[in-house]
């Protein structure tokens, strides 16, 4: 089978493939069982330089093209990611441990993206205004800003560069892209594809490695205007500060500690199907996912019990298993990482209702797979209700009123998703107000964004920039006003117009 072929990968630079200009490699392999996905290079400084010298000298072309001409190249790859769903969905579920169904939405939401993204060719639409003055005309147009660092996470390792590249891509800027380092053959596919599309040489560029060493050159490289990071708050944090240095623009999307409000009147049994899947699908590791449970006392007792029931009933397995409800976490540090929280959660004083351990019966040994955890008891200010596992992790908090509901939603730094289950409409609508999150889901978990919807968060989520959508645009253009005087004479304004 192609994805348990062990074969050794290069970087993509100019259009040709390259080892690191030091030879060293590393491997991938998946989390659920161990298997040797591929080899890769682990590129340093040097290989960076290159590959920004490569999209420096293609955008000079590249923002020529026509917009809609550069939009066809992404409809063209929308078709490719099409074409190879069934592969890059099995790939998936090898090298980062999704399962079937969820890996088949991340591919296609990376042709959803493709393909809006793709119809932007046609609009990347600017304003007309009138002139205060007579005989001039004036309007703003987006411009392409130059080579995009494209920096991105395992958890969504085929939608999450699409969010970033296509935008890039139609709006005229050339990318050197890092995926990350447990995903590495995903992120190859994904530039193949592109290739196949018909991207020209030097227009995106694949350097692997590591972010202390390739994320760090691209940052600090002083080609790369714009640097897109999925990550964490700390990496966050470290990018900011050294793109700070050159004023780069620096687009962030970073963690959340989201949190599903269940009021007295909601469905309940709708309530948990979306708890369920937002807790532990993709096995919690969604920087939407829900780790927050904030639950009316008058339900509590009932809602509990039942996830407790649902979540013991969830079928841990390698991603590719029909049967698999909850795949492996991606890696060993991130294993430990969650378990440290459950030890966490219980000298806090929560209550373990179930899980809590790592799995290791039969095959599950040879992976890092968790239980679902839920944890009952919490209070609003414990780490476990504060800070982000990335994990199967569950904290339910009890609380006696909406407006409490709302203020322990809101007591936290980041603001992503958000969301409330209640058949009441007044109150979903002072939700959708109150709620300090970029996304707010009525009747519906915290998980589920689509692409021509801006996505993103408020608070230590980001630095206020938006992905998806129109939105998007704005990370990969420049405004450019344009006043054209055709009065023939000096027409001063603020003055002549009195
Ligand atoms: C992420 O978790 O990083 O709404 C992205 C969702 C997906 C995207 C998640 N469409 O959960």
Known sequence: MATTDTRIHQNLIAGERSDAASGDTFESSSPADGELIGVYPRSGAEDVDRAVAAATEAFEEWRLVPAPKRGELLFRFAQLLVEHKAELTDLMTHEMGKVKAEAGGDVQEAIDMSYYMGGEGRRLIGQTTPSELQNKFQ????????????????????????????????????????????????????????????????????????????????????????????????????????????????????????????????????????????????????????????????????????????????????????????????????????????????????????????????????????????????????????EEIFGPTLSIIRVASEDEAVRVSNGIRYGLSSSIFTQDVNRAFRAMRDLQAGITYINAGTIGAEVHLPFGGVKETGNGHREAGQAALDVFTEWKSVYVDYSGTLQRAQIDNQ
């Open 139 to 386: 309007m703003s147009v987006r411009m392409p800003i130059g080579v995009i660092g494209v920096i991105t996470p395992w958890n969504f390792p085929i939608a999450i560069p699409s969010w970033k590249i296509a935008p890039a891509l139609v709006a005229g800027n050339t990318v050197v892209f890092k995926p990350a380092t447990d995903t590495p053959a995903l992120g190859q596919r994904f530039v193949e594809l592109l290739v196949e599309a018909g991207v020209p040489d030097g227009v995106v560029n694949i350097v692997h490695g590591g972010g202390g060493v390739v994320g760090q050159r691209l940052v600090e490289h002083p080609d790369v205007p714009v640097i897109s990071l999925t990550g964490s708050r700390e990496t966050g944090v470290a990018v900011l500060h050294a793109g700070a240095e050159r004023l780069k623009h620096v687009h962030l999307e970073l963690g959340g500690k989201n949190a599903i409000i269940v009021m007295d009147d909601a469905d309940l049994d709708l309530a948990l199907d979306g708890i369920l899947w937002s807790a532990f699908g993709t096995s919690g590791q969604r920087c939407t996912a829900t780790s927050r449970v904030i639950v009316h006392e008058q339900v509590h007792d009932e809602l509990v019990s039942s996830l407790v029931d649902r979540a013991e009933a969830l079928r841990l397995g390698p991603g590719w298993e029909d049967d698999t409800d909850v795949g492996p976490v991606i890696n060993g540090a991130a294993l430990e990482k969650i378990h440290s929280y459950t030890q966490i959660g219980i000298d806090e004083g929560a209550r373990l209702l179930t899980g809590g351990g790592i799995a290791t019966e039969g095959d599950l040994g040879k992976g890092f797979f968790y239980r679902p955890t839920i944890f009952a008891g919490v209070q609003p200010d414990m780490r476990i209700a504060q």
